[in-house]
């Protein structure tokens, strides 16, 4: 517009039923560059704006990855990996609600090395598009929530990478 710009989030996805999320004695997993690479990615949300990023990652399953989290109920629902890569894109392209937007290149450029980072895959960057194809889609990728209504800006993903049995799961909220 004029004197304005809107950028949408994805649409969330329709959730099942919520499920309770045993608690887990799963090996918790110190990975910096996944670390590394989803700060990064939310860096103007959570430097410019008021956005808190919480992030675990354990050898095991999707919910042993959001036990760690202190959920205690969740509802999962899976998503493709576009669908997936649109909410990191948007993720990185933004700056939260009051930081300043840093464009959908940056964006994408952050989602792809994010999706490197998950495969382990960075330190052959640049991917070519077949091998990030491959990569994006050698994870599972679910929204989550925890049965309770949201709001404000919100990013919640679990990823399962079943060759590294490793699962993250990240929440990312500004108000």
């Known amino acids: 517009h004029d004197n304005e710009a809107k950028f949408h989030a994805p649409a969330t996805p329709e959730m099942g039923n919520a499920i309770a999320i045993p608690t887990s004695s799963a090996n918790v997993v110190e990975d910096s560059e996944v670390s590394n690479a989803f700060h990064q990615l939310v860096d103007a949300w959570t430097t410019q704006s008021n956005g808190d990023l919480r992030m675990s990652c ?59 980072a998950l495969t382990g895959q960075t330190s052959q960057w640049p991917l070519s598009n077949a091998a990030f194809e491959t990569a994006a889609d050698s994870l599972q990728w ?16 679990c990823v399962h990478h079943a060759e590294r049995n490793r699962s993250w799961a990240f929440i990312l909220t500004d108000k």
């Open 142 to 157: 679910f929204w989550w929530d925890a049965n309770d209504p949201t709001t404000g800006w919100n990013v919640r993903l």
């Open 58 to 116: 354990i050898e095991g399953s999707v919910l042993d990855a959001l036990a760690t989290l202190d959920i205690q109920e969740a509802r999962l629902s899976l998503l493709t990996s576009g669908e997936a890569l649109a909410w990191l894109t948007w993720a990185g392209a933004g700056g939260g609600a009051h930081g300043r937007r840093r464009g959908n290149a940056l964006g994408r450029d952050a989602a792809w090395w994010t999706v490197a």
